[in-house]
């Protein structure tokens, strides 16, 4: 079951996402709300929103831009202009006002599709990550794996023998659960990095074996502390 959030100050138009939702196989709707920021407490249940980009006080548009790692999003709008940003942030799809449910229906699939992509990826065990990418499935040994970048909806694998990143479908919170919290640790929103990895690490930076510099966000530096010594730091 695909749990969706219905955002749009209109109340009819909100009433009309309801209805949709209801009519559709599969989908199960977590909330509707009348604002973004009434919508706030219900996105880490979410897998996706259907948002209206012409709100007072906050747009449609600027609160998705405003979240680290949003749900899938499917905006509606009366306003064809925003098509282009919209894409910028990675929509699944750019509904216009007004839609009919079978056009409703056609992006509820390409969500389908989308999640799909993401849920391909299995458990790490015995150090392999299995992973299906656009073109191909894989099993990634882990021991390889340099650190991992964040890009919206999308991952930057760096590896360890390769000049380019392998680029995959997936969020940094689904693929932080899937490897072992007693070898990778995120240190950034952007940025997860194997413990071993890690030669030097000062307030606000992390250095890897490498050399490379990584960021050490402020919201991990706590958890960062408690994995190392007080000397370290």
Request: aromatic share 8%; charged share 30%; net charge negative.
């Amino acid at each position: 079951m695909i749990k969706v959030l219905a955002i749009d100050d209109e109340p009819l138009a909100l009433r009309l996402l309801e209805v949709y939702i209801e009519k559709t196989p599969g989908l199960s709707l977590l909330a509707a709300c009348e604002s973004a920021e009434r919508a706030r407490p219900w996105l880490e249940q979410a897998d996706a929103m259907l948002i209206d980009i012409n709100m007072p006080d906050l747009s449609g548009m600027d609160f998705v831009k405003s979240l680290d790692e949003a749900p899938l999003v499917i905006f509606t709008t009366a306003y064809s202009e925003f098509a282009v940003d919209a894409f910028r942030v990675d929509a699944v799809d750019y509904l216009l006002k007004p839609f009919s449910l079978k056009e409703f229906q056609q992006a509820i699939k390409k969500v389908e599709e989308r999640l799909a992509l993401r849920r391909a990826a299995q458990p790490a065990s015995d150090g392999i990550l299995r992973l299906n990418t656009a073109h191909r499935s894989l099993q990634l040994d882990t021991a390889r794996i340099r650190y991992i970048e964040g890009m919206g909806e999308y991952l930057k694998i760096h590896l360890e023998g390769e000049t380019a990143p392998l680029v995959v479908l997936y969020r940094m919170k689904n693929i932080a659960e899937e490897l072992s919290a007693d070898k990778f640790l995120r240190i950034h929103k952007s940025f997860i990095v194997p413990l071993a990895r890690i030669r030097e690490a000062r307030r606000n930076a992390v250095t890897l074996e490498d050399g490379t510099t990584l960021p050490l966000g402020e919201a991990y530096r706590n958890e960062f502390r408690k994995r190392f010594t007080a000397g370290t730091i």
